[in-house]
């Protein structure tokens, strides 16, 4: 027993454990920020304003990543290949290209949310969402970027709790002092936020750059566009699709029953969601490590960093599943006691959820390797899935046939993407990797 704690103990110390942790520390700050979000919402709102807030959400955020263009992914592989070459000029001109787009896509991304909102409400609403969605689409690019080059608190800490924080301290005070306080005004204050976090990622990534890359300011631009522009649009096409995952079933609950059950819906994947918040944790600084690892060649560092998150990954899973067998009902009961009894769509949800999880940083590697292709096909694969069966199954079923159908199109992914990610890459990124470099004796207790 005692050589089991030391192992332990010894594994907690690792470099790349210690950068997990870290980035778990960042995420679970974030998770709560946006839970505090939608939690006071749903109870300062409504039912009803609740829904609605719940779909502007989801589509301003379908939006703003259709308008970044595959930018946020982009820039990520640009940075770390061509800072191992040490192409600055390649480094400049990928900075220059991805906020050359980043504004013109945030530009067509807010007059078409504008249109949309003003054709359902108000031209101060329509203002509004214009404004929202223009400022998310540079907060996406820039938090990629930040990470890359500052550190993963600037980078997603900045995107998911200073974006949240004027928010979360005005429906505060609002449930405190018992105040109504409109979705417009909700949507307005997430703007402030996201301007926040904007001028505080600007300000580091200069500090930094002129620190650790002085010279990129006086180096000269070099594009290769016709790399980046098809690249740029695979990896939109994953993204849109991936984020169509994401929020494009609330809109469709919303549209086959209401709004309510879209509010409904909208709480019970936010929960769900938990586990891929804790992957997202994972695979953020494997964003941050593995293209680096990768583009050096270094396999022994990059067998080590994938057991780690393999082993993280799978204690995440099964602990977070736990979690929710006994307590789900009372998280939605955080929520409202109207939500108490979507307990068992909760439940479906996160067992597709966290399959998905499982397959560990699979669907980023195969993204900034070179591989958006195939990705992009399996993602398409799984919301044809999904939407075939919101088409026929949601109308009979209800929100339940929603989840269900949500679950399967999950487990159809992530067999697909784990598969395609070792075919393509010559390694397992997989929670399953515990498993069988154990079995092969490539892990050991003593060894870890």
């Known amino acids: 027993m005692k050589n089991v704690f ?41 039912e009803e304003q609740f829904g609605q807030f719940a779909l502007f959400f989801s589509a301003a955020s379908m939006v703003s990543v259709a308008a970044v263009f595959g930018q946020e992914m982009l820039i990520v592989r640009v940075w770390n290949e061509h800072i191992a070459a040490g192409r600055l000029d390649l ?9 050359a787009v980043s504004a013109a896509g945030g530009a067509l991304g807010a007059a078409v949310m504008g249109l949309i909102v003003f054709f359902y409400h108000s031209f101060a609403a329509a203002l509004s969402a214009s404004v929202f969605v223009a400022v998310a689409v540079f907060l996406l690019f820039l938090s990629s970027l930040a990470r890359s080059v500052v550190s993963i608190l600037m980078g997603d800490g900045q995107r998911e709790m200073t974006a949240f924080l004027p928010a979360n301290l005005g429906l505060g005070i609002c449930l405190a002092l018992s105040l109504s306080l409109s979705v417009t005004w909700v949507v307005n204050l997430l703007t402030l936020g996201m301007v926040l976090a904007v001028a505080c990622q600007i300000f580091y990534l200069l500090r930094v750059l002129r620190r650790t890359q002085p010279d990129i300011f006086k180096s000269s631009w070099s594009y290769t566009p016709e790399i980046w522009f098809p690249s740029s649009l695979r990896l939109w096409g994953a993204s849109m699709l991936e984020v169509s995952n994401q929020y494009l079933d609330v809109i469709l609950v ?26 997202d944790a994972f695979n953020t600084f494997a964003m941050r490590q593995f293209p680096e690892l990768y583009y050096k060649r270094d396999n ?23 979690v929710v067998g006994f307590a789900g ?27 998905l999880a499982a397959t560990g940083p699979a669907a980023p590697v195969l993204m900034l390797t070179g591989h958006e292709g195939a990705y992009l096909r399996i993602v398409a694969i799984s919301v044809l899935v999904r939407a075939v069966g919101f088409v026929f199954v949601v109308p009979l079923f209800g929100i339940v046939g929603a989840a269900s159908t949500t679950a399967v199109s999950l487990l159809v992914m992530a067999v697909l993407v784990s598969i395609k990610a070792q075919v393509s890459t010559g390694y397992n990124v997989t929670a399953t990797r515990v498993l069988t470099d154990w079995y092969s004796g490539r892990i050991k207790v003593r060894e870890l």
């Open 6 to 46: 030391a192992s332990f103990a010894a594994f907690v110390r690792r470099t790349e454990v210690m950068g997990v942790i870290t980035s778990i520390v960042i995420k679970a700050v974030s998770i709560l920020s946006a839970f505090l979000l939608f939690t006071l919402s749903a109870r300062v709102l409504g």
């Open 329 to 355: 009902d009372w998280l939605l009961l955080i929520f409202g006691e109207e939500y108490m009894g979507y307990y068992h769509v909760l439940l479906i949800l996160c067992l597709g959820t966290a399959v």
């Open 300 to 322: 022994v560092g990059l067998v080590r960093l994938l057991q780690t998150l393999a082993i993280l990954t799978g204690l995440a899973v099964v602990s977070g599943l736990v």
């Open 254 to 279: 919303g549209y086959f029953l209401d709004p309510v059950a879209a509010g409904a819906y909208f709480v019970t994947t936010r929960l769900a969601n938990g586990f891929a918040s804790v992957a």
């Open 91 to 99: 480094v400049k001109g990928g900075i220059v290209f991805g906020l």
